[in-house]
């Protein structure tokens, strides 16, 4: 083997190992947005699933927010994601379900959980 080739070889596996190691975590994707929360009022996002639960931040009507995919109750969003929206919007009405955001606004981003009546399939 040429050391061209050996390179190469070295190279791909390097990148395959990259892209499989930022699925370690949960899956993270930015499929749901904030909705129907009253006017002049803003989703509380908490830092554990219960509305007395520290509030780490509050997004109003149309924020795309990013979904780790897991809500209470077992609900995971990819095994509801080829149903209809309301039949999705259905499931997680009164459950909390998991988003990745940066409260701090400090380029750190933590986990949070928002009510799912208040959130839509985008």
Not at 7 to 36: D, M
């Amino acid at each position: 083997m040429s050391i061209r080739s050996r390179i190469a070889a070295v190279f791909a596996v390097a990148s395959l190992g990259l892209a499989f190691a930022g699925q370690s975590h949960a899956t993270v994707f930015s499929a749901w947005q904030v909705a129907n929360v009253p006017f002049g009022d803003t989703l509380n996002v908490r830092k554990y699933p219960s509305g007395t639960s520290q509030k780490q931040a509050a997004y109003p009507n149309g924020t795309v927010l990013q979904m780790t995919g897991r809500c209470t109750g077992g609900i995971n969003l990819l095994d509801i994601a080829n149903q209809p929206a309301w039949k999705q919007q259905q499931t997680v009405r009164y459950r909390w379900c998991e988003i990745w955001h940066e409260p701090a606004k400090n380029g750190t981003l933590v986990t949070g959980w928002a009510y799912g009546r208040y959130i839509i399939p985008y």
